[in-house]
């Protein structure tokens, strides 16, 4: 190497001001590096920088490392001659670059040492300088475990909040607390951080912290986190944990008490679920009951205390009243408690009254009202037996009545406050009479001897009886108001002479009338049709046989005397 201004390298950046400051001086000069950082396992790359005055040449280079006795072991001499390499450990490690530069791959933790680079120039003397080699190794990303289970506001005792680790460093790293993004200081506030560094058996450093610290109520939602603290390349690194909450134990302060659905819209019938809700962790026993006149009833049983909830099942108007929810915190065992009133809404005492009270008979008229009790505004609504809507409101009147007015009314209460909730009330109307023929089978044709069925209908209240004029089997079919009669006989000559009489008969009548029956004139003439047709075709079968037999005869195939008529019988059946 030619000697002169030969910036060899730059170490850290200021090399070309050496370099420039180096140019005005008269003596060999020799610059590196303070220090020089690499990662565990990466390449340490070392300049020599120098000048030799009046361009001159070097004589020799020699590179050294500092063991640890403190004795210089050399590793490489230069000259213009070429480089001679020394057999030390690191003969394998090592190259020497053009410029002269130290290469050490592969860096170990053993590597953190001296490196000297010795410059001679002949007349202009001998220079050397050195750097330190500095091997990190960046710490893992912190872990952090928050306690297990439930911290106590009350802790006597300033608890343990979380663990931190952080492992695989060098130098040993530091770890510091935080809550909310703001640190926490050792011995301030009463919080504590306990520490270890320990070096494991690959030569690199694991850091441990506990955090210790007083919690409140309103830690329920903070978030810890550590962080671990390194220096690298002369500037101050840091590396977070994930953000932990922690359990936080706490007595409740405030309690609330509700019904579902809605107190308001709750109806007998319901089921009704009271939520009882306290704000402490963990949540309190719950105790229910419910006032009756001055004392206070355990409902609890039918409770899940733990859960706070208390179901009632088909509620009534017994039901409505004023319940309590008692907390008992089992950390302090204080106690809270809140009220609420149920009221169950009702319809109750639905009843009709008919005016006049006394007996309907036919052309009258009556007035229906319906009334109920209830702690709510009631509609009203009247519909007959079918669904059908007669009328709003709670009166229904009915005039000019008859027997097919009899049926059954049905008084609809509704609470249009509380939606489902209504009852009906059905109240029947009977309108009392003598019987009334209403249909019979009359005239009707039938023919001699003859099975038929004679229909007899009325209508009447009370009940009627029907009695006929003539013996025959009766089948008899009611439905409310209306009976049919059907008498199944055989026509005879008397019957058709004097025909029959249908009589239906109450308390209150006696209603007849009389079935004429005539002969089916038309029936007759078909069946003396049939007769003649019959006989014309016997007519027509007898000559045509006859015809046959004489054509057989004239043939010669039928002969006379008995066997002939054999014959005759036997080509007739061919």
């Known amino acids: 190497m030619a000697g002169g201004r030969r910036p060899v390298g730059l170490a850290l950046g200021w090399g070309c001001c050496l370099l420039l400051c180096c140019a005005a001086a008269s003596k060999l000069e020799i610059s590196m590096p303070s220090v020089v950082e690499v990662e565990l396992g990466g390449t340490a790359r070392i300049e020599c920088n120098f000048y030799i005055p009046e361009n001159a040449s070097y004589t020799y280079i020699d590179w050294f490392y500092v063991d ?9 001499h230069v000259t213009a001659g070429g480089v001679m390499q020394d057999d030390t450990d690191y003969k394998q490690r090592l190259s020497l670059g053009e ?13 953190a040492r001296t490196f000297m680079c010795q410059v001679g120039a002949g007349s202009y003397g001998v220079g050397e300088s050195s750097t330190e080699l500095s091997v990190y190794k960046v710490p893992t990303t912190p872990e952090i475990e928050p306690v297990s289970g439930g911290i106590s506001v009350h802790n006597s005792e300033t608890p343990e909040i979380a663990k931190c680790v952080s492992k695989n460093s060098f130098p040993a790293p530091n770890i510091t607390w935080h809550r909310n993004g703001e640190q926490l200081h050792n011995q301030e506030n009463d919080v504590a951080i306990l520490s270890t560094v320990t070096r494991e058996s690959s030569g690199l450093y694991t850091v441990s912290s506990t955090l210790y610290a007083p919690v409140t109520r309103e830690d329920r939602h903070s978030r810890y986190h550590c962080t671990v603290h390194y220096w690298l390349q002369g500037h101050r690194r840091a590396l977070d944990s994930q953000r932990v909450k922690i359990n936080v134990f706490y007595p409740a302060e405030h309690l609330t008490l509700q019904v579902v659905p809605s107190s308001t819209l709750v109806k007998e019938g319901d089921n009704v679920t009271l939520v009882c809700e306290a704000d402490g962790n ?5 105790s229910f009951f419910k006032k009756n006149l001055d004392d206070w009833q355990d409902v609890t049983p039918l409770a899940d205390p733990d859960n706070g909830v208390l179901k009632l099942h088909d509620v009534n108007k017994t039901s409505s009243g004023t319940y309590r929810c008692q907390t008992l915190d089992l950390d302090d065992l204080s106690q809270i408690e809140e009220e609420v009133d149920l009221v169950v809404n009702y319809i109750e005492g639905v009843h009709v009254k008919m005016e006049p009270s006394s007996t309907l008979r036919e052309g009258d008229s009556v007035m229906l009202s319906c009334d109920a009790n209830s702690p709510v505004g009631l509609k009203y609504q009247w519909r007959d ?4 809507k007669l009328v709003e409101g709670n009166q229904l009147f009915l005039k000019n009545l008859t027997f097919e007015t009899s049926s059954n009314f049905s008084c609809r209460v509704m609470a249009p406050s509380v939606p489902g909730l209504e009852q009906s009330k059905k109240v029947s109307v009977a309108v009392e009479g003598k019987p009334r023929i209403v249909a019979i089978s009359s005239p009707l044709y039938v023919r001699q001897d003859e099975v038929i069925n004679l229909t007899c209908k009325a209508i009447a209240f009370p009940p009627p009886t029907v009695q006929w004029s003539i013996n025959g089997t009766a089948h008899e079919f009611v439905d409310k108001q209306h009976i049919a009669s059907n008498l199944t006989v055989r026509v005879s000559h008397e ?8 009589r239906v008969s109450n308390k209150l009548g006696v209603s007849e009338k009389h079935i004429q029956l005539l002969v089916d004139q038309k029936s007759t003439a078909e069946s003396q049709g049939v007769i003649i047709v019959a006989i014309i075709v016997a007519i027509l079968v007898v000559a045509v046989l006859g015809a046959v037999i004489y054509f057989l005869h004239k043939k010669g195939k039928i002969p006379c005397g008995r066997a002939g008529k054999q014959d005759i019988a036997r080509n007739t059946s061919i």
């Open 68 to 76: 640890r006795s403190n004795k210089q072991v050399r590793l490489f």
């Open 99 to 111: 410029d002269k530069a130290l290469s050490l791959s592969a860096v170990t933790l053993q590597d």
């Open 282 to 286: 963990p949540p309190p026993v719950f």
């Open 385 to 388: 037996e079918k669904g059908k």
């Open 495 to 502: 019957l058709l002479q004097a025909g029959a009489m249908c």
